[in-house]
């Protein structure tokens, strides 16, 4: 088995298929992977996302056009850990009603009830024990303590709005406020490169090629994947046969290499000059991600050294309001914003919008386009539209200046929005389970060729993605049938 992208699903896909009598894994990632006392110190502070600017060298940057047609560009990790190994630490997991979603048409793998047992055994919650928690699993769990003074300050904010308290926001329960579940500890970013690769290192039946871009997989002449052709660094590029191809590249990544492995829609194949192999529409298609606008506040005040990135969030229908603790010029870097303005996000979490991932050619080095087309449903506009004012609501409640007041009017504020808004990062669909693929991340027309990232989610989860992306892995990895 050759498994694609060692990231936050690759490399729990591959140590879990790893775990079957007489099966042989190989993990191939584009960027490096490190031991678990090799892992930079720019990937184990969870205190920051330094290694997620543009230009990094442990991140690939994509082109993107959001809300309006803005451009912006995506960055994605190209590490053992992926793009876990870069952002806040956000450990939430999907909702019941999204697994509802993923389960829907007969996709009983997905349902709340079945999942739940494999995000208990993927955790070790520090704080919370009993039905539907994990002790001992993987990849430890905790929330912020104590509080900053801002965070409390955000708390009793949404308090005094009338917001319920949601105390455990992993337990699947009523939206409110609450602090965020974190897989930071210490000021350690546990990403799967620790929790996962680093434990299993050495251990038989499974090999990490690290610095190992794959270009494309190589499919018979019956149209089955008989492996995939691969281009160490340094090195010429060489067929690595497997009998199953697993694709954990991400959502950017993963609907590419379909498509220029001759896997997806005939006009787009025929564009690129690529030969159609299969055909397969959903293919880069109906893609859903996160719509962010970041709010500034003016007088940022210092925060103590291992400060986690955000500690707390008020989650509403829809709707999600997260204040970082520092401003992004802190957090990433230099340029990332003014230096004295903390930022408070929000997300719209339940979009209607759909948008495509679009290569930008036949070379697998060429990044492609991310197309999110977001907030082109007026219902998606409508409701960002209250999130920031409400935003702006609360941060006046504590006692924050907003540094750019959004005006009142909906049309105004519409075009204030489509001029701020980006991503949370969350792109999820392009290969979809119930279009271009069954619930194993088996893909139609094309034996012996899996999915397993956020790729295969049929809708963005409503809530952050780093979470769902694990249970992709431990899910799919563990407990997937053999193929045929």
Known sequence: MAVVGAGSSGAAYAVRAAEAPG??????????????????????????????????????????????????????????????ALNGGVFLRARPEDFAAFAAGGRDAWSYRSVLPVLAALEDDRDFAGPGHGRGGPVPVRRADPLLPATEAFIGACRSAGHPEEPDKNA?????????????????????????????????????????????????RAGRAA????????????????????????????PQLLMLSGIGPPAVLRALGVPVRAEAPAVGAGTQDHAM?????????????????????????????????????????????PPDQTGWGVTLLRPRSRGRLVPASADPADPPRAEHRHLADAHDRALLRSGVLHCAELMAAAGLEPADPPPRGAAALDRWIAERASTAVHLSGGCAMGHAADQWGRVEGVPGLRVADASLLPRVPSRGLNATAVLIGELLGGHAPEDP
């Open 227 to 254: 492996g995939v052709l691969a281009r160490p660094e340094g090195g010429a590029p060489e067929v690595v046969r497997a009998r199953t191809v697993v694709l954990c590249a991400g959502a950017l990544r993963t």
């Open 23 to 84: 099966r042989r894994v190989l993990l191939l990632e584009a960027g490096p992977v490190f031991g678990g006392g090799a892992v930079p110190e720019v990937l184990r502070d969870g205190t920051r996302m330094a290694a997620a600017r543009p230009g990094g060298r442990y991140a690939d940057a994509h082109p993107a056009r959001s809300a309006g047609g803005a451009e912006r560009t995506v960055v994605r990790g190209r590490v053992g850990g992926g793009s876990g």
């Open 172 to 220: 699947g329960g009523p939206p409110g406020v609450g602090r965020v579940p974190l897989n930071v500890v210490g000021g350690v970013r546990h990403s799967t490169a620790l929790t996962h690769l680093a434990p299993a290192a050495g251990r038989p039946g499974l090999e990490v090629r690290g610095r190992t871009p794959v270009l494309r997989v190589e499919l018979d």
């Open 293 to 337: 606008v970041v709010l500034g506040a003016r007088g940022a005040p210092p925060r103590p050294p291992g400060t986690e990135v955000v500690q707390a969030a008020l989650h509403l229908p829809g709707l999600e309001i997260m204040p970082y603790t520092a401003p992004f010029a802190e957090l990433i870097g230099p340029g990332a914003g």
